[in-house]
């Protein structure tokens, strides 16, 4: 006989938050207001390790309930795998011939707690995020090109910087079936050889190293933010790199509220034209995608939908029944550093590494405002997931399914290949990259060319780039992140 118990979510509110699957001991655990919608969980002993077996009934249940697909997952899946494989073999897995429309971005980890650490910003890391990209079109050699470097981390403290390239780690050459192992493996200390751009654009050696020793980080996603006045216009720009409420999770709006006093800054300077630089944002919570989307919006009140959600068959009628129709929409905050009013154009720069809640952003802003996207195509998320873990600690085991898919106000959800942006600007491997911010930096200046209509950008060396992985797709747990707490704290 089933035990069913609260669903006492720690709302990990990305994109809107951390859904915590609670497991119970006896029936007493029930709290005794009964909601519509109930976690569906093991009934085995609590004590001791989990067996898989355990798991993977705890993994089924779930996903049967909760998962956006549920109607794909096999009958009678082979519940004799490890839980990792289990998971996997019972995804509605994306195929871009057969399956375009599937699933590529659910996924799991052993360790529950380290999941939501990630999905709050704190890692063990040693702050280098870069992006890796084939030496050449012909060989096997890679090399790794940093897009930007945490601040105060080690490998800032290392002296690495935007733009740095590496071609060894610990003393090995980079390659396509090394790379992973070399950059993700066990050892906290790495030691990078690094690599330069000549006067000729070309990549060459050096035998310049820069040791680094990684830590637990708690990263800030308030990364950069700064004003310019050029050709009368008084332009503002911010580098956002991750939707996170707060570093201890939903109810910390310690980052939001800096989110806040940005474009309070902004306001107070009168910016007329805004540039949002979500090319390393890989998404977040809703919560703060949300936020900082009502500090933008021109002429919304709470009132005004910024986004709309679609649940399974399962879910979607037990919601409307419980909570209405209005359950499913998100609405725009009231702000006072809203400024919209003001605005003359937005911008948003935008690459492969532009995921999930910073999609659901440009999405959810398009029916209020003109949204230009310059860089390359983003990622292409328009579906939101939800945290499932067991809260009395048996399971150790920490899932984030995909659940829900957003729409904006109009019930647009057309972004499952990426925004295409407005006008395409590469990172070359073979150019030297100014740093964030300045505004000879391609991207920025591209986006400040637009705005004061100067029709100029800076010279560049334009080459082919043949890029293998980025630290940003790896981040929470290898996918990029969209997640929602929009469920209710369910039992019955």
């Not at 898989?52 to 795998?81: F, G, H």
């Not at 990209?133 to 002296?159: C, E, F, M, T, W």
């Not at 396509?176 to 990078?192: H, R």
């Amino acid at each position: 006989m089933k035990t069913f118990c609260v669903l006492r979510p720690t709302l990990l509110l990305v994109a809107s938050g951390i859904f915590m699957m609670t497991s119970c001991k006896k029936s007493t655990d029930v709290a005794p207001t009964i909601s519509p919608i109930t976690p569906i969980i093991s009934t085995t002993a609590v004590t001791g390790i989990a067996t898989d077996k355990e798991v993977n009934d705890w993994i089924l249940e779930n996903m049967q309930t909760y998962y956006y697909w549920n109607d794909k997952i096999p009958a009678n899946p082979d519940k004799s795998q490890t839980p990792g494989k289990f998971f996997t073999s019972i995804l509605n897995t994306y195929n871009a011939t057969s399956n375009p429309d599937g699933d590529r971005f659910s996924w799991i980890q052993e360790s529950a707690d380290a999941l939501k650490a990630s999905l709050n910003g704190e890692t063990k890391t040693d702050g280098l995020e870069f992006k890796l990209y084939l030496r050449s079109a012909s060989g096997s050699d890679v090399i790794g090109k940093v897009l930007y470097v945490q601040k105060n981390s080690p490998a800032a403290k290392a002296g690495l910087t935007r733009g740095d390239i590496f071609y060894q780690v610990n003393g090995q050459l980079l390659t396509v079936s090394n790379y992973q192992e070399l950059l993700s493996g066990t050892s906290d200390t790495k030691t990078y050889t690094m690599a330069k751009v000549d006067a000729t654009n070309t990549i060459v050696n050096t035998t310049t190293t820069k040791q680094t020793t990684a830590v637990v980080y708690q990263a800030n996603p308030v990364f950069l933010d700064s004003v310019y006045t050029i050709n009368g216009k008084t332009i503002g720009y911010f580098v956002y790199n991750q939707f996170v409420t707060g570093p201890t999770g939903p109810n910390d709006h310690t980052y939001d509220n800096q989110v806040d006093n940005v474009f309070s800054k902004f306001k107070a300077k009168g910016v007329t034209d805004l540039v949002l630089d979500f090319r390393y944002n890989p998404g977040g919570y809703v919560t703060s995608a949300q936020n900082l989307a009502s500090s933008v919006a021109k002429g919304v009140d709470p009132s005004k939908i910024f986004y709309k959600k679609e649940y399974n068959e399962t879910l979607s009628p037990l919601l409307l029944k419980a909570y209405g129709s209005d359950w499913f929409n998100g609405y725009f905050l009231q702000k006072a550093s809203n400024i919209g009013t003001n605005l003359r154009s937005l911008i948003v720069l935008t690459t492969g590494g532009t995921a999930s809640a910073s999609e659901l952003v440009i999405n959810g802003l398009k029916p209020f405002m003109d949204v230009t996207t310059i860089g390359t195509t983003s990622y292409g998320k328009n579906v939101g997931s939800i945290t499932i873990a067991d809260s009395s600690g048996h399971i150790k085991w920490g899932m984030q399914p995909i659940v829900t898919k957003s729409f904006n106000t109009l019930n647009q959800s057309d972004y499952s290949t990426g925004f295409k942006p407005a006008i395409e600007v590469k990172e070359y491997t073979n150019e030297v990259w100014k740093q964030l911010g300045d505004v000879n930096e391609s991207l920025l200046n591209t986006a400040i060319a637009r705005i004061t209509g100067a029709g100029r950008v800076a010279a560049r060396t334009n080459s082919p780039t043949y890029e293998v992985s980025s630290s940003i797709e790896r981040k929470a747990g290898g996918s990029n992140m969209f997640f929602s707490d929009r469920l209710p704290n369910a039992q019955h």
